[in-house]
């Protein structure tokens, strides 16, 4: 079992910034890779971004130069910082973490909000 907590979610305007953050808890061992999804309201959940333990990336294009995930050594945080925040951008934003045998643990979401 794998436990994933989130924080940093919160309200901000055009053009600003935010951290994300994801701490992992249990089973890390098993942890292949960890990253964020997000879902817009009124549309399905859609990757974000992935990072594997090897550093390996994956961006979603409506994000890539604007968000960069980084994880921790012990690879049992993760987090992504958010900038040049657009309106689209908000969505309720979702820790993931896959494990070696292919088994996916969420977080419980972090709102974010982009308004003026």
């Known amino acids: 079992q794998v436990q994933l907590v989130e924080s940093g979610g919160g309200l901000v305007q055009p053009g600003g910034s935010l951290r994300l953050s994801c701490a992992a808890a249990?089973?890390?061992?098993?942890?292949?890779?960890m990253g964020w999804y997000r879902q817009p309201p009124g549309k399905q959940r859609e990757l974000v971004a992935t990072?594997?333990?090897?550093?390996?990336?994956n961006y979603a294009n409506f994000v890539k130069g604007r968000f960069t995930i980084s994880r921790d050594n012990n690879k049992s945080t993760v987090a992504l910082q958010m900038n040049s925040l657009k309106p689209e951008d908000t969505a309720v934003y979702y820790c993931?973490?896959?494990?070696?045998?292919?088994?996916?643990?969420w977080g419980q979401g972090t709102q974010v909000t982009i308004s003026s």
């Open positions: 990072m594997t333990n090897g550093g390996t990336t």
């Open positions: 249990g089973s890390i061992y098993s942890i292949n890779s």
């Open positions: 993931h973490a896959e494990t070696t045998t292919w088994y996916d643990y």
